[in-house]
């Protein structure tokens, strides 16, 4: 990067050699120089010589409350990570006139009564998982989901308030998807359930948390979440884009030298030097590929690429190359209507 630590130019910058040369002195660098076009990596949006534009996405760090159907999502880059809480109809209810609301979960790609779930993380009765809810009983509505949900809880699996029987519905449930896991079923509420929690209780505890936001939004005491609001927004800058590119080039490369050591190794020489097989030119030219063309490895979808993430940068006066390097790029669409106020 231009003007960066490594870069030349910072050391004859300081002597003033840059300037007697002719460079501009309200150039700041923070770009890029490739194949001769100046390329830049900023904090987001497209721009015009390539500029490298930092993304704007979704917040993946906080529950997000929708109303259409409700749910309390807890979100993950990684699909077997992340957790759904829906508050919807029963359907198999047999009085099709008053179908009370039920509480179920996805995970794993399953759906499983949260009542059971919560028997099956160590819950001992109905009045602890009502405090975990934090539920005081004054709202009819809600109370009659929560009755209904045991009901639909006691239904699909008989005698869940003993552990093991909700343990063996969750691992029932669980090994009966498409693609099951291979870990047992402790070691998937370990592993896939809220994994930045240890202890089962603090599980427990942070689902009855999810429970009672998704309530408070249902009773219309909370809000639910805008996408379009800036509080959900966060920035991938230049560092974050930078180091998932080459992620994927040093996998590859990883695998190219992997290949070669296992053929030199079916004959009967030694192995040589790791210089011998690493071919670094595949993250030479890879990462020179993706600032010429703009198509940047996607977040979490291996085999897809984004585009629009290189852009030129102007060099018109000093300030469209400022103005260039702090656009940024929305990775969703916008959903408000135009002329929509997007703060809290």
Same mark, same amino acid.
């Given at each position: 990067?231009?003007?960066?630590?490594?870069?030349?130019?910072?050391?004859?910058?300081?002597?003033?050699?840059?300037?007697?040369?002719?460079?501009?002195?309200?150039?700041?660098?923070?770009?890029?120089?490739?194949?001769? %076009?100046?390329?830049?990596?900023? @904090?987001?949006?497209?721009?015009?010589?390539?500029?490298?534009?930092? #993304?704007?996405?979704?917040?993946?760090?906080?529950?997000?409350?929708?109303?259409? &159907?409700?749910?309390?999502?807890? $979100?993950?880059?990684?699909?077997? @990570?992340?957790?759904?809480?829906?508050?919807?109809?029963? #359907?198999?209810?047999?009085?099709?006139? $008053?179908?009370?609301?039920?509480?179920?979960?996805?995970?794993?790609?399953?759906?499983?009564?949260?009542?059971?779930?919560?028997? %099956?993380?160590?819950?001992?009765?109905?009045?602890?998982?009502?405090?975990? !809810?934090?539920?005081?009983?004054?709202?009819?509505?809600?109370?009659?989901?929560?009755?209904?949900? !045991?009901?639909?809880?006691?239904?699909?699996?008989?005698?869940?308030?003993?552990?093991?029987?909700?343990?063996?519905?969750?691992?029932?449930? !669980?090994?009966?998807?498409?693609?099951?896991?291979?870990?047992?079923?402790?070691?998937?509420?370990?592993?896939?359930?809220? &994994?930045?929690?240890?202890?089962?209780?603090?599980?427990?505890?942070?689902?009855?948390?999810?429970?009672?936001?998704?309530?408070?939004?249902?009773?219309?005491?909370?809000?639910?979440?805008? $996408?379009?609001?800036?509080?959900?927004?966060?920035?991938?800058?230049?560092?974050?884009?930078?180091?998932?590119?080459?992620?994927?080039?040093?996998?590859?490369?990883?695998?190219?030298?992997?290949?070669?050591?296992?053929?030199?190794?079916?004959?009967?020489?030694?192995?040589? &030097? !790791?210089?011998?097989?690493?071919?670094?030119?595949?993250?030479?030219?890879?990462?020179?590929?993706?600032?010429?063309?703009?198509?940047?490895?996607?977040?979490?979808?291996?085999?897809? $690429?984004?585009?629009?993430?290189?852009?030129?940068?102007?060099?018109?006066? &000093?300030?469209?190359?400022?103005?260039?390097?702090?656009?940024?790029?929305?990775?969703?669409?916008?959903?408000?209507?135009?002329?929509?106020?997007?703060?809290?």
């Amino acid at each position: 990067m231009v003007k960066s630590v490594l870069c030349n130019t910072t050391e004859k910058g300081k002597n003033g050699e840059s300037y007697r040369k002719g460079e501009c002195a309200f150039d700041q660098g923070g770009y890029f120089v490739i194949k001769g %076009a100046e390329k830049v990596i900023t @904090n987001v949006k497209k721009s015009v010589l390539q500029v490298f534009i930092a #993304q704007e996405q979704i917040c993946t760090k906080r529950l997000w409350i929708s109303n259409s &159907p409700w749910t309390v999502s807890y $979100r993950s880059e990684t699909k077997r @990570n992340r957790f759904i809480v829906r508050l919807s109809e029963n #359907q198999k209810a047999e009085d099709f006139k $008053r179908k009370e609301k039920v509480l179920t979960v996805y995970f794993l790609s399953t759906e499983i009564p949260v009542w059971v779930l919560f028997f %099956a993380l160590g819950v001992a009765s109905d009045k602890e998982a009502v405090d975990l !809810i934090a539920f005081d009983g004054g709202d009819a509505s809600i109370t009659n989901s929560v009755v209904a949900s !045991i009901q639909e809880a006691d239904s699909v699996c008989e005698d869940f308030r003993h552990g093991r029987n909700a343990l063996a519905y969750v691992e029932q449930q !669980i090994k009966g998807t498409k693609f099951p896991p291979g870990e047992s079923v402790d070691e998937c509420l370990s592993l896939y359930l809220f &994994p930045g929690l240890k202890s089962l209780k603090q599980k427990a505890r942070f689902l009855g948390y999810m429970v009672k936001c998704l309530f408070s939004a249902y009773a219309g005491k909370r809000k639910c979440e805008n $996408r379009d609001n800036f509080r959900n927004k966060r920035i991938e800058l230049a560092g974050e884009l930078l180091e998932r590119e080459l992620r994927v080039h040093l996998a590859h490369a990883r695998r190219t030298m992997t290949k070669a050591m296992q053929r030199h190794l079916t004959g009967d020489g030694d192995l040589k &030097p !790791i210089e011998h097989y690493l071919d670094a030119s595949i993250i030479t030219n890879g990462l020179s590929r993706a600032f010429s063309t703009g198509a940047w490895c996607h977040p979490f979808r291996k085999m897809e $690429r984004v585009s629009g993430v290189v852009a030129n940068l102007g060099r018109a006066n &000093p300030l469209q190359s400022l103005i260039d390097l702090r656009r940024t790029r929305q990775q969703v669409l916008y959903t408000g209507r135009v002329g929509d106020a997007r703060y809290p």
